[in-house]
């Protein structure tokens, strides 16, 4: 008869603690860069793809089906191992200097869950009747003009929930950069289990400090959809007081 697994928790008030919190930095530092990026490409593929322009149609279908449709894991090792043949010799470069596994981790990422920034951004703006639209172009006012003041200002009550959701999913997926090196929260858990056989504690703590990080976000973003409510049901109501004098 096999004896009881014993906890001891006390490992990670030490050095492996400290470990497990420069790993929480580095997840937190990742998924930020990867954030920002992400949410770049996919306006500007969403944008695109919203426009249906007959060019960019098709470049863009292709791109946001190929990175949908692949693991993110194989993505991050393709452009870990490829990235010196694919990218031009100065990004390179650049990556290199910066860190190549944290960077090719956040460039991959980047290009992942950018497709599905994409589809939130179109989709988004197909919310948006086409006829204010048409309106702001009768009025004179240019692509950029239409989409800075009438388009995406309406759609962002839209799209922050679903993109919080895949800030949420972007944060988790940062484990996976754990394949190729880079330094974060899953990276160093089994980096616990292998010096100190005690793998259960450091999951458990791991897991607890993904848990409070993604509702960190969660919360985050349910604010700022109330915020953006609340301003957009005062303008209206500010429009509607001002009719009678007009």
């Known amino acids: 008869m096999t004896r009881g697994y ?3 928790w006390s ?3 030490g050095e492996w603690g400290v470990r497990l919190l420069d790993g929480l930095y580095v997840t937190v530092q990742l998924a930020l860069v990867a954030v920002v990026f992400a949410f770049a490409i996919g306006l500007v593929f969403g944008v695109a793809r919203w426009t249906r322009n007959r060019y960019l149609e098709p ?3 292709i791109y946001v089906e190929f990175a949908r449709n692949t693991p993110p894991l194989v993505q991050i090792l393709f452009w ?3 990235a010196i043949y694919i990218l ?4 390179f470069l650049h990556m290199r200097d910066v860190g190549f596994e944290f960077s090719a981790a956040a460039f991959a990422l980047s290009v992942y869950h950018g497709a599905f920034v994409a589809e939130i951004v179109r989709a988004g703006l197909n919310s948006i009747d086409r006829g204010q639209t048409e309106a702001a172009r009768s009025l004179g006012l240019n692509f950029t003009q239409r989409m800075v003041h009438v388009s995406l200002p309406q759609a962002v009550r839209v799209l922050v929930p679903p993109l919080t959701n895949e800030a949420v999913g972007l944060l988790k997926n940062t484990s996976l950069a754990m394949a190729i090196g880079v330094t974060e929260i899953a990276y160093q858990t089994k980096y616990i289990d292998t010096y100190t056989f005690r793998g259960v ?5 791991a897991s607890l400090l993904y848990v409070c990080v993604c509702l ?3 919360a985050a973003g349910r604010l700022a959809s109330r915020r953006l409510s609340r301003h957009v049901d005062a303008r209206r109501m500010l429009r509607v007081a001002r009719l009678p004098s007009q």
Request: with cysteine; aromatic share 30%; net charge neutral.
């Open 6 to 8: 014993r906890f001891e």
């Open 216 to 218: 960190a976000i969660a």
């Open 80 to 82: 870990y191992f490829s």
């Open 201 to 205: 504690e450091a999951l458990a703590a």
């Open 59 to 61: 470049f863009c279908w």
């Open 11 to 13: 490992i990670l008030w």
């Open 88 to 91: 031009p010799r100065w990004l």
